[in-house]
């Protein structure tokens, strides 16, 4: 019930949240709070639930959370976003097309936070910021800020591996590399000395070229309050060595996962998918068509060039650029297909490239 970050107001906030109970009383209300707000809560908080954004940095240079004010009920409402952890201000750039390293980054931010915040009994949770990219001046590249985990086009950026992996391995096994297996102009050498993976397993198991290369825990010293915490290992490399990666997962002595990386680009090709199969020939209904490099295990594969091409028969409409330039968008990207009114029949959409190749996929309008 309060305008986002603004200054306190008691007398307003006092009258909106009255406002509010009389319309419900069976919620709670909140609003976030900026740093000062903490000084004078007492005599100036008006909410049910002391909503806090916090943005910074430990003595050691980790994600700070402050300790939640007493006798109050406290939550984290933003935290991580464009926070230059260790340095000052909001201008770290989790860009897909930018710093690798920054990248990186981002899920251990967002690991730390929850970690640091869940060790205080009392603080009720953490949102942290944020889940996509979007349009801002601020801190942008070419208009687009870059907060979120996942990119504009929603595709999960390295910054989702952390959240991605916080799931019972027996509703879903998960192993999620925070790093690109890539050996290009900016990571020569591959991911480095110490390199996050995220994973909901036991142990890892790391082969290059079918040859065991490490044996892994998670890290719960490090991150002793969060469920999955991530693993870390040493993957660099000669830059004249290349190899696959395959990363097996046990729980238990059980093996229940597998991911496979490769480094070599000339096997590359282009991945298309669509999220919906049917849609309704209402002129609104829409669905994203998504695309970009991968391996040829399936993996995405950063920082492919060119242009990908799209055409189109039958009765949709192409939202988004076409054709589409990967350099900016680190190689992958998507438009959304909407439908005509009134007009029914199998959207059938073919993508190009000139070196990931081709790919088509069709969709019912109904």
């Not at 996942?150 to 991605?164: E, H, N």
């Not at 925070?178 to 142990?203: E, L, M, Q, V």
């Not at 190689?331 to 007009?343: L, N």
Request: one cysteine or more.
């Amino acid at each position: 019930m309060r305008a986002n970050e603004s200054l306190n107001h008691p007398e307003l906030y006092a009258r909106t949240r009255a406002i509010a109970l009389a319309l419900d009383d069976s919620r709670p209300t909140s609003g976030t709070m900026t740093p000062w707000s903490r000084k004078n809560w007492q005599q100036e908080w008006r909410q049910d639930v002391f909503a806090y954004d916090d943005y910074h940095s430990a003595a050691d240079g980790s994600v700070g959370i402050d300790s939640p004010l007493p006798g109050v009920p406290y939550l984290i409402s933003e935290t991580v976003g464009q926070c230059n952890y260790g340095g000052e201000g909001m201008t770290s750039r989790y860009r897909v097309a930018g710093n690798p390293e920054e990248q990186s980054l981002q899920a251990l931010y967002h690991a730390q936070a929850h970690s640091n915040a869940a060790g205080f009994a009392r603080c009720a949770g953490v949102i942290a910021w944020c889940a996509y990219d979007y349009a801002s001046l601020m801190n942008g590249v070419n208009g687009v800020k870059c907060p979120g985990v996942m990119d504009v086009f929603r595709i999960p950026k390295l910054g989702a591996s952390f959240y991605l992996a916080q799931v019972d391995p027996a509703v879903r096994p998960v192993i999620e590399p925070d790093f690109y297996w890539d050996f290009g102009r900016r990571t020569p050498s591959g991911p480095g000395k110490h390199s996050a993976i995220f994973s909901n397993c036991d142990r890892l198991e790391l082969f290059l070229d079918g040859k065991l290369r490490a044996t892994a825990s998670a890290d719960r010293a490090g991150f002793p309050n969060i469920k999955y915490p991530p693993f870390f290992v040493d993957l660099e490399l000669s830059q004249a060595t290349q190899p696959e990666l395959h990363i097996h997962g046990y729980v238990v002595v059980k093996l229940i996962a597998m991911r496979s990386f490769s480094a070599d680009r000339s096997s590359d090709r282009l991945w298309l998918e669509v999220d919906d199969a049917e849609l309704k020939a209402d002129g609104s209904d829409t669905t994203r068509l998504a695309f970009g490099a991968i391996d040829k295990f399936g993996a995405l594969r950063p920082f492919a060039e060119g242009e990908v091409h799209l055409h189109m028969q039958g009765p949709g409409i192409i939202v988004g650029d076409n054709p589409f330039s990967l350099n900016d968008a680190g190689g992958r990207g998507a438009v959304w297909i909407k439908t005509v009114f009134g007009r029914h029949g199998t959207i059938t959409i073919s993508a190009e490239h000139a070196v990931l190749g081709r790919g088509t996929v069709r969709i019912e309008s109904k």
